[in-house]
Structure formats: structure tokens, C-alpha cells
């Protein structure tokens, strides 16, 4: 792996610790649109784009990484601006286990997470244990905060760092375009369906006149 793959690695674990560490809707979205660039970016240097490397090979990694960036940092972070201004609320209040705590819990998982990398036999040769412990730790931490959090919002937050770890997995793993990659990427749309669902929950109950349904946590 090049130094930076390693740089791309380093700041999506740092943007996951962040995503699980605060209490701001809005600075989780943004973070998560940051996860899409990096995760748009990540192909080109962990697969390696060189004078070896054919037109056809590039011109796939492009369309896949254009549309990371495209439904990852422009789509999904619309519907979820749009949907928190809906919400009245922009902060998480009650999480099941408060934030201090999760910082304790989130580092243990990503110590669990770089010590599988270590230990388990990959069915890959030479796959790189940077790049699956990060993305074993994002998978930890997607997980932590998809059944931590009560907004629903938060949980389709945690639900998008959990695909981006599958994204991470399957290319450290397979280091070239496959089906099984691109119905990954597919999950995306789940989210926006999700999202979206959301949305029409909070149009129809405005559109009959009624209060809509408060979430945990949400301000009065």
C-alpha cells in the first residue's frame, strides 16, 4: 500500500471517531460527505491506476468513483440536511450510552478491530492489515452507533459507515471492479429510500394537519 492510501485510511477512521463522538446531527452529515470523498478516492490507490493499467480498467474505477461522489457527498447529505430541518432538532440528546463512555467503547472496538486484521487468515495474500483494520473498525463503529443512537437520522448515519466499511473490505480484499462491489454500492439507494421514507412520514402528517411525531430527544 502507498503512503497515501495510508493518509486516505487514517483520516476515514478519524472521521468515523468523530462522527460517533458528537452530539451534532448537522456535523455528522457533513462528516459523512466527507466519507464519500475519501471512500471516491480510496479505489485509485488501493487497486494502483498506472502505465499498466488499461483504458477500459481506469474508465470503470472513474464511473464507480463518480458515483460514490455523487450519492455518497451530494445526494444522501441533501436528503439528510432536509430531513434534520424537518426534525426541529439538530442534536442527539439521549443516546443509550453517553458520548464520554462511547469514546472508551469506540477505542476498544478499533483496537479489537486492528488486532482480527492481524490475527485472521484472509483468504487474500498480502492484503493489507492497515486496510482491514480500519475497515473492521469502521464496521465496529457504524454498528455501535446505528443501535446507540434514537434519532432516526443518527441511525441512518451509522447505517452509511457501515456500507462505507463493506466499500473499504471489498476493495482491500478484492483490489479490482467486481459485481459483488458494485451491489454493495447499491445499499446507498437503501438509504435514500430510507431517508426519503422520513420524509414522507413528515409531509403526510403536516399535509393532515396533525403534529408530527416527535422523536427522543427531539426540542419542544
Not at 476515514?12 to 457533513?30: E, K, P
Amino acid at each position: 500500500m502507498t503512503e497515501y492510501a495510508n493518509a486516505l485510511l487514517v483520516v476515514l477512521l478519524a472521521l468515523d471517531l468523530y462522527m460517533v463522538s458528537t452530539s451534532r446531527l448537522d456535523a455528522c452529515i457533513r462528516a459523512s460527505a466527507l466519507q464519500g470523498i475519501v471512500l471516491a478516492a480510496l479505489p485509485f490507490v488501493l487497486v494502483g491506476v498506472g502505465a499498466g493499467s488499461s483504458a477500459s480498467d481506469v474508465l470503470h474505477l472513474g464511473a464507480i468513483a463518480a458515483g460514490t461522489l455523487l450519492v455518497k457527498s451530494v445526494f444522501i447529505p441533501w436528503l439528510l440536511f432536509r430531513a434534520l430541518r424537518d426534525l426541529g432538532s439538530t442534536r442527539e440528546f439521549e443516546p443509550f450510552v453517553s458520548l464520554h463512555l462511547s469514546q472508551l467503547v469506540n477505542g476498544a472496538l478499533c483496537g479489537a478491530a486492528f488486532w482480527i486484521a492481524a490475527v485472521l487468515p484472509w483468504p487474500t495474500a498480502g492484503a493489507s492489515t492497515m486496510a482491514l483494520g480500519v475497515g473492521l473498525a469502521t464496521l465496529f463503529i457504524g454498528v455501535y452507533m446505528t443501535v446507540n443512537r434514537r434519532k432516526t437520522v443518527s441511525q441512518v448515519l451509522g447505517f452509511l459507515v457501515i456500507e462505507s466499511a463493506l466499500l473499504v473490505i471489498g476493495w482491500t480484499l478484492l483490489r479490482q471492479p467486481s459485481l459483488i462491489l458494485e451491489i454493495g454500492a447499491l445499499l446507498d439507494v437503501l438509504v435514500a429510500v430510507m431517508v426519503m421514507g422520513i420524509l414522507a412520514t413528515r409531509l403526510e402528517a403536516a399535509s393532515d394537519g396533525e403534529q408530527p411525531v416527535r422523536e427522543v430527544g427531539d426540542e419542544p
